[in-house]
């Protein structure tokens, strides 16, 4: 996917309820997972991806600084996000416990 043209979020737009749910594309341009929730507030927050399984089974949730991310919208408006993270750095990290 060309994320060139996709328009950045502004800080202000760095919320929960715009970014639960969107899908994260890793370093190779995979996706690598979704965003299930959001901890903290602003720069400082940290983003819990959901990371690998099928169908909602296997699925690892681990705790990435939202600094690592950079989300975006699409020519649809729909919010993603990319990183250097390859899936496979992402399961190698610790899970996260709710």
């Not at 979020?9 to 690598?32: C, M, N, Q």
């Not at 909602?56 to 649809?76: C, N, S």
Request: aromatic residues 4%; negative net charge.
């Amino acid at each position: 996917m060309d994320h060139t043209n996709h328009v950045r979020l502004s800080t202000a737009e760095l919320i929960p309820g715009t970014l639960e749910g969107a899908t994260i594309y890793g370093a190779d341009d995979h996706k690598v997972g979704k965003v299930d929730h959001i901890h903290g507030a602003g720069a400082g927050s940290t983003a819990i991806i959901d990371v690998g399984g099928f169908l909602g089974i296997g699925v690892k949730p681990v705790a990435v600084p939202l600094t690592d991310l950079e989300f975006m919208r699409d020519e649809d408006g729909d919010v993603h996000a990319v990183t250097s993270w390859t899936k496979d750095q992402l399961k190698q990290m610790p899970e996260h416990k709710h």
